[in-house]
């Protein structure tokens, strides 16, 4: 977390980037590993195992509740970007929700009009594995209802995401990705469960706004 939290001062204080107009927005691989997720007052609210389809659009997230913080949710999320809908998943009494994704911004990869802002080496640029060399994209995002803000996301050369700052009044978090394996280790997980099969999607009450982020809020 003090390294999220290094980086984080790092974007922020990066103001005069050599910006390189070149640069494109990178797209992540597949990826499997640990996602954590933090409030703007250092709370986690969730930090789990996920299991990202880069091609597909698809995300599972397993939060797991015995994390020794106790602001940590209980969050099982099976998410389709492309399709816009999201499954919320209780394996233990085999229910689910199926619910319309109203904004469909992916916090695993990089939305393709981010702006390129920089490159910088957290840790040391010349001792051998002290350091990590990340380039920062940033740009806005909206629903379409009247909610937006801004993001400052952090993605390795190879373009794995190391850490996502969302600057929104709604749903300002943290997400730092951590022990990433560039592999669908296990696919069944984007599979959506047989107990969800014909679940009717639910409607969504007035005034409520359906994202991946404000599953944390
Ligand atoms: C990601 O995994 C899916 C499902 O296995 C596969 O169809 C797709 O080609 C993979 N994408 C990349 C970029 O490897
Ligand atoms: C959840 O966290 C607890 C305590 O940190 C750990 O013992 C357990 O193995 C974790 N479970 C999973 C599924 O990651
Ligand atoms: C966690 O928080 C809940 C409600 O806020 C409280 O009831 C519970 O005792 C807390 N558990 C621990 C281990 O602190
Ligand atoms: C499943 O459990 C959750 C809480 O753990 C509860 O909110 C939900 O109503 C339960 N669903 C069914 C079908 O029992």
């Known amino acids: 977390m003090f390294a ?13 980037a050599h910006a390189d107009h070149h640069h494109h927005p990178c797209h992540t691989p597949n990826m ?5 997720v933090m409030n703007f007052k ?4 969730a930090l789990g195992a996920f299991t990202y ?3 597909g659009h698809k995300l599972r997230f397993r939060s797991n509740e015995s994390h020794p913080e106790n602001t940590s949710l209980g969050l099982d999320l099976l998410v389709f970007f492309e399709e816009g809908i999201f499954y919320e998943i209780d394996s233990k009494n085999q229910s689910c929700e199926k619910k319309k994704l109203h904004c469909k911004l992916q916090p695993l990869d990089i939305p393709d009009d981010s702006k390129f802002h920089g490159t910088l080496n957290a840790g040391s640029a010349s001792i051998e594995g002290e350091g990590v060399k990340v380039n920062v994209w940033r740009g806005k995002f909206s ?5 937006r803000g801004s993001y400052s996301m952090s993605a390795t050369m190879g373009c794995l995401p190391v850490l996502t700052i969302y600057f ?35 409607e969504t009450p007035e005034g409520t706004v359906n994202s991946f982020l404000h599953e944390f809020v």
């Open 4 to 16: 999220a939290v290094t980086v984080f001062m790092f974007v922020c204080l990066m103001t005069t």
């Open 53 to 55: 389809d880069t091609t």
């Open 143 to 147: 629903d379409g209802k009247g909610w």
């Open 168 to 202: 929104s009044e709604a749903t300002p978090l943290v997400i730092s990705v951590m022990e990433v394996e560039m592999e669908i280790k296990d696919p069944d997980l984007l599979v959506v469960p047989s107990f969800c099969h014909g679940q009717p999607l639910e």
């Open 32 to 36: 499997t590993g640990l996602m954590n």
């Open 42 to 45: 250092g709370e986690i609210k």
